[in-house]
């Protein structure tokens, strides 16, 4: 079973309030693009990691950076997304990625 389909995937976080987003989520999002064999999973979590952060979606975040790790980016690349990224997108958006890259990092070490 793909993980956004196993506990804890959007139907399960919130198919209760958003049904309709909660399917799009798992079978267009993560079913669809994610699959879609024009980028690698690897690039395009690191996309995905770069938009997060250039937004300043923190919450989004941690999960992404899980995935990216699962994906074969490696922590190394990871920080130097954020420490781009500070130059581009702005600095408190990477303290604030960095922050929560910390806790990712650390959490499964």
Do not use: C
């Not at 198919?15 to 799009?24: E, Q, R, T």
């Not at 079913?31 to 919450?59: F, K, Y």
């Not at 420490?83 to 929560?100: D, I, N, Q």
């Amino acid at each position: 079973m793909p993980e956004e389909q196993q506990p804890g995937g959007p139907r399960q976080q919130f198919g209760d309030i958003a049904p309709a987003l909660a399917g799009y989520s798992e079978d267009v999002l993560f079913g669809q693009v994610w699959e879609d064999p024009d980028l690698s999973v690897r690039d395009r979590s690191l996309v995905t990691v770069a938009s997060l952060i250039s937004s300043g979606s923190t919450e989004q975040l941690a999960f992404h950076l899980g995935r990216a790790r699962e994906n074969g980016l490696s922590d190394k690349e990871l920080i130097a997304t954020v420490t781009h990224l500070a130059f581009y997108a702005g600095w408190p958006k990477a303290m604030s990625a960095l922050t929560v890259a910390r806790q990712v990092l650390a959490d499964s070490a």
